[in-house]
């Protein structure tokens, strides 16, 4: 999930500031060929599943106070998820089945349909992945005092002759 916020802030200060100073073209030919990287996919998904798996691993086998955490990151990426889907999927389509872009009669049009609602939508959901990594990190730090907590209890038991 780390490596998706990245990825999105990357974008998001990086990549669509310096193509908002380029020709129309070459912005429509670029952010066509995003579409055709298979990683963007993989990675979202891959982190969705790991997520899922965070959140089984620690309901089934901690229950502790990191649980509400591991959810909250759970939800919080499931609306990177809904916004990615429901809403950069479709300008990323409307954009790739605009056609080639040597061939648009209008490609200023295309640029301004897709430009500006991508990137403040792109904004947005940067900011909840960015949150969702947060509450991954405050449950591994309950998650790791929870532990420690555990075997300093022990440890006190071990020292007075108790198990």
Not at 46 to 67: E, I, N
């Amino acid at each position: 999930m780390a490596l998706v916020a990245g990825l999105n802030f990357t974008f998001a200060v990086v990549v669509m500031p310096n193509l908002s100073g380029v020709d129309d073209h070459t912005f429509v030919t670029i952010t066509q060929r995003f579409n055709e990287n298979p990683v963007f996919p993989l990675s979202f998904t891959v982190a969705l599943l790991l997520a899922m798996l965070a959140t089984v691993l620690q309901a089934c086998l901690a229950r502790g106070p990191a649980l509400r955490w591991v959810i909250a990151a759970l939800v919080l990426y499931g609306v990177v998820l809904a916004i990615t889907g429901g809403f950069h999927i479709p300008l990323n389509e409307q954009i790739s089945q605009a056609g080639d872009p040597g061939q648009i009669a209008d490609l200023s049009r295309v640029r301004n349909e897709f430009e500006a609602p991508w990137v403040i939508g792109h904004v947005v959901r940067t900011l909840f992945c960015i949150a969702a990594v947060a509450a991954l990190a405050r449950a591994l730090l309950l998650h790791g005092r929870q532990h420690n907590r555990r075997d300093s209890i022990q440890s006190a038991r071990a020292a007075r002759g108790r198990p």
